[in-house]
């Protein structure tokens, strides 16, 4: 691991200054105040449009949408740790969110071009379901077929009408997260446990299936995943 980690915040919040804002930008504090340098993307302010499921991504390596997109992902391949932050909209992540977990698609579950990253997820509610949201986020990320990312850990925040900002505990939570993220990734944690059955189902099914179907269109419709892992030595 490189001497100065490298650490970005990615914000799906509707307000620049809103709960999960805070939250995430004291979990950046942390990040920094361990060292790292750090990256605040906040994405309502990008043109990140839909996928359009044209699957270019896994045969050509490259999304063909002209978009803001690409400078988001190669900020999130170049990141060693990734705080994820959404606000919990009807018990799940906002729509912004899912469309960037939708543009990194299939590309990014085939190659685990995320695999090895360490994740920490951040997410704030009126009431209930922040923390499962939170979780939620981070499982995604790190659930790469030939790789899978590490989580650090999570914050939920139940709000009940308050402000993030004036909460000095969640905020010390999150800045604590930020902390953590850093000490896992120069400590080089593996968390041997973590998402055990879902692993072995990656190992045991997933992964050779999915190997298999990749070397026999590796020349068509999987081509740039196949040169991709075929340069990461995950293909033997």
Known sequence: MKQTPKVVGVISSAHRNGNTAALVREALGGAAAAGATVEEIFLPQLRIEYCNGCFHCISAGECPI???????????YEADGIILGSPTYAGSFNA??????ERLGMYERLTSSLGGKYLAG???????????VA??????????????GYESGTLGVPLRGREAAALPKPLRRARNLGGKLVRDIRRGRRFPLQNLAGRLVSRWILRPNFRRFI????????KAVYQNLNRRGLLP
């Not at 978009?67 to 988001?72: G, L, R, S, T, Y």
């Not at 912004?96 to 977990?101: A, S, Y």
């Not at 997410?123 to 499962?132: E, F, L, Q, R, W």
């Not at 979780?135 to 899978?148: P, Q």
């Open 122 to 132: 951040v997410s704030s509610c009126s009431g209930m379901g922040a923390a499962a």
């Open 215 to 222: 070397l026999s269109n590796r020349d068509g419709g999987m």
């Open 96 to 101: 912004v969110m899912q469309t960037l977990f």
């Open 66 to 76: 002209g978009d803001d997109f690409a400078a988001v992902q190669s900020a999130l």
């Open 135 to 148: 979780r939620r986020m981070v499982r995604l990320m790190s659930g790469g077929i030939f790789g899978r």
